[in-house]
């Protein structure tokens, strides 16, 4: 946003708070005039970020088919649209929520994530966040940050609750 060289940062581990971080991020961007777009891979549901999101003109773009959705047969929609956003160069901030577990489930390849890497913009900022993040991205980005539960409460039963896990 004001010139500087952007970073890719990964917010990745098993505790909870990887997307909220990302939302955080862009709430912050957003509030300081940046152009924010949030690509959700694996996520079908609209959620209580989506409708702030809205409201401070963050670009919410979901998963048709959401979690659990079968490996598309050609390249992911979504990692297209990153691409074009990109090509574009249409954004302070782009968040690619819940892209690990794509790569994981076969949806988006490790060679396409990395090649977006390289299509970067030099201003633009760039988050990854889910699960089990490749070596290969963990090498590549400038940012990395593992969540670790220590304690949760799904643990005794206690379902995700509106307003704070969605």
Known sequence: MDGEEG??????????GKSTAAFGLAMRCAG???????????????????RSAEKLGVSVTRCAGGRGSS???RRCPLLSAAFDIFERQ???LLILDEI??????????LSDALALLSARPRGAELV?????????????????????????????????????EF
């Open 32 to 50: 300081n005039g940046g152009r924010v777009f949030v690509i959700q891979f694996q996520k079908a549901r609209e959620c209580g970020e989506h």
């Open 128 to 164: 990854m966040t889910g699960r089990g993040a490749p070596e290969a991205l963990i090498e590549r980005a400038d940012l990395v940050t593992e969540m670790k539960k220590i304690k949760h409460y799904y643990d005794e039963g206690i379902p995700a609750r509106r307003g704070v």
């Open 7 to 16: 970073r890719v940062q990964i917010y990745t581990g098993c505790g909870k």
């Open 71 to 73: 490996p598309c047969a």
């Open 90 to 92: 249409s954004a302070d």
């Open 100 to 109: 690990m577990a794509a790569i994981r489930h076969g949806c988006v390849s």
